[in-house]
T-cell receptor
Framework: AQRVTQPEKLLSVFKGAPVELKCNYS??????LFWYVQYSRQRLQLLLRHISRESIKGFTADLNKGETSFHLKKPFAQEEDSAMYYC??????????FGTGTRLQVFP | DAGITQSPRHKVTETGTPVTLRCHQTENHRYMYWYRQDPGHGLRLIHYSYGVKDTDKGEVSDGYSVSRSKTEDFLLTLESATSSQTSVYFC????????????FGQGTRLTVV
């Protein structure tokens, strides 16, 4: 079955430190992958999608099909990046599947 | 924010009672989803809809049913609520599968006592 794995429940860093939130998926085909973010008291919202190859708020994510990974990276974390981050996958159906999420805490 | 509204926002109910949560959208999006969010489990798909009267099960569908009689409304029903269904429920909408961005509602906090 298709699955999204986020091994870290909590990631704590200091402001200015690099951040990498890990995401691995299991799917033999070509999935579409996303990162969603939920800031405190806000709705879950799309951060970026792999097909766009974009950088949003300094975050980037590269799809590595060999390692079946889609890790989210930012070179210098900011306090306002503190949030819950979810990796998500959709494939040749109508389903959008999420990982268990990683809470990022950025300390001043 | 996309036009998506969940009601009620909070509900406390007793074990064994039926409960219906409503998701209403004004975006005319084809796809609608119900998720539950629990610590340690993240977001898990309950049911989804790919059109009026077209629905399918997600990964945690037992104990839940859905209906979509109009494009704009997607109802989630707990026929007989149990304490294990205490959770935060999120509705999401999407214009199309795959590449489309999903927009989420603000969530409904349901407590079954």
């Amino acid at each position: 079955a298709q699955r999204v794995t986020q091994p870290e429940k909590l990631l704590s860093v200091f402001k200015g430190a690099p951040v990498e939130l890990k995401c691995n998926y299991s799917y033999s085909g070509s999935p579409e992958l996303f990162w969603y973010v939920q800031y405190s008291r806000q709705r879950l919202q799309l951060l970026l999608r792999h097909i766009s190859r974009e950088s949003i708020k300094g975050f980037t994510a590269d799809l590595n099909k060999g390692e079946t990974s889609f890790h989210l990276k930012k070179p210098f974390a900011q306090e306002e990046d503190s949030a819950m981050y979810y990796c998500a996958l959709t494939y040749n159906t109508d389903k959008l599947i999420f990982g268990t999420g990683t809470r990022l805490q950025v300390f001043p | 924010d996309a036009g998506i509204t969940q009601s009620p926002r909070h509900k406390v109910t007793e074990t064994g009672t039926p409960v219906t949560l409503r998701c209403h959208q004004t975006e005319n999006h084809r796809y609608m989803y119900w998720y539950r969010q629990d610590p340690g489990h993240g977001l898990r798909l309950i049911h989804y809809s790919y059109g009026v009267k077209d629905t399918d099960k997600g990964e945690v569908s037992d104990g839940y049913s859905v209906s979509r009689s109009k494009t704009e409304d997607f109802l989630l029903t707990l026929e007989s609520a149990t304490s294990s269904q205490t959770s935060v429920y999120f509705c999401a909408i999407s214009e199309r599968q795959g590449l489309a961005e999903a927009f989420f509602g603000q969530g409904t906090r349901l407590t079954v006592v």
